[in-house]
């Protein structure tokens, strides 16, 4: 039964306990011929099942009888199961984070990766900090960036953009943004989204995008500090 190998329970354990089911208080032997299992096998099987209040026994004629306990014990192993996750789960999702952290780069590619990095700017809800914003981006997913400043303007988060001269009109009507430019920015087909502790410089062509994505606070705050600097010198 695929239910009680989910439970935890062994092979044996899972003949032995079934086997107990349907034949009633049994000996080791009754048990074992019934089952095919080792005698001994089915000793060590009955010990860990007595454990886990699966079963239990009396002692009839100085012999012990084996019997199961009533099915609805399953439920209880599941809630205690359930309950031992909970209380283990603080301690593991601490390993988790800080194994995160160590990742400080990430590598997304394709669309669906891009994609990704951006619904990870939605899930931050912090300031947006554009450098070099590219309208290749919006020729790439038009209808993906309408929704995703739609959700931007739910969760009142602000953009602001360094664009070229030349793209202005490209993010006139970015909602929530405010937008400058410089007379030369590099390359349309790059740009560096900066938000909370964390750095994504993006790479726009056309059949294989990819995200370079930085988790650091140090290496963040420096972006975020070289962007403040050319934002003062930038023209509305």
Same mark, same amino acid.
């Given at each position: /039964?695929?239910?009680?190998?989910?439970?935890?329970?062994?092979?044996?354990?899972?003949?032995?306990?079934?086997?107990?089911?349907?034949?009633?208080?049994?000996?080791?032997?009754?048990?074992?011929?019934?089952?095919?299992?080792?005698?001994? /096998?089915?000793?060590?099987?009955?010990?860990?099942? *007595?454990?886990?209040?699966?079963?239990?026994?009396?002692?009839?004629?100085?012999?012990?009888?084996?019997? @199961?306990?009533?099915?609805?014990?399953?439920? #209880?192993?599941?809630?205690?199961?359930?309950? =031992?996750?909970?209380?283990?789960?603080?301690?593991?999702?601490?390993?988790?984070?800080?194994?995160?952290?160590? #990742?400080?780069?990430?590598?997304?590619?394709?669309?669906?990766?891009?994609?990704?990095?951006?619904?990870? #700017?939605?899930?931050? +809800?912090?300031?947006?900090?554009?450098? @070099?914003?590219?309208?290749?981006?919006? =020729? /790439?997913?038009? =209808? %993906?960036?309408?929704?995703?400043?739609?959700?931007?303007? #739910?969760?009142?988060?602000?953009?602001?953009?360094?664009?070229?001269?030349?793209?202005? +009109?490209?993010?006139?009507?970015?909602?929530?943004?405010?937008?400058?430019?410089?007379?030369?920015?590099?390359?349309?087909?790059?740009?560096?989204?900066?938000?909370?502790?964390?750095?994504?410089? *993006?790479?726009?062509?056309?059949?294989?995008?990819?995200?370079?994505?930085?988790?650091?606070?140090? *290496?963040?705050?420096? %972006?975020?500090?070289?962007?403040?600097?050319?934002?003062?010198?930038?023209?509305?």
């Amino acid at each position: /039964m695929d239910a009680l190998r989910k439970l935890g329970l062994t092979e044996i354990e899972e003949k032995v306990y079934v086997t107990l089911l349907e034949e009633g208080p049994s000996l080791a032997g009754h048990i074992s011929r019934k089952s095919g299992i080792h005698r001994r /096998m089915v000793y060590d099987a009955v010990e860990r099942l *007595i454990k886990k209040g699966l079963v239990s026994y009396i002692i009839k004629n100085n012999r012990k009888l084996f019997e @199961a306990v009533d099915p609805e014990r399953l439920l #209880q192993l599941v809630h205690e199961q359930e309950a =031992a996750i909970k209380q283990t789960l603080p301690q593991l999702k601490l390993a988790y984070s800080l194994s995160k952290e160590k #990742q400080e780069t990430t590598f997304f590619k394709g669309h669906a990766g891009v994609k990704s990095v951006f619904e990870d #700017q939605i899930r931050e +809800g912090k300031e947006l900090l554009i450098l @070099a914003a590219s309208p290749a981006a919006c =020729a /790439m997913f038009p =209808a %993906y960036f309408h929704w995703f400043d739609e959700r931007r303007k #739910q969760k009142k988060i602000k953009a602001r953009m360094l664009a070229a001269s030349e793209h202005m +009109g490209a993010f006139a009507n970015v909602p929530l943004a405010e937008v400058k430019h410089l007379p030369s920015l590099g390359s349309e087909l790059t740009s560096t989204n900066i938000y909370g502790d964390k750095v994504a410089i *993006i790479f726009w062509h056309r059949d294989k995008p990819f995200v370079v994505l930085i988790t650091q606070k140090e *290496i963040a705050d420096a %972006y975020r500090s070289y962007f403040e600097q050319l934002w003062k010198i930038a023209k509305k």
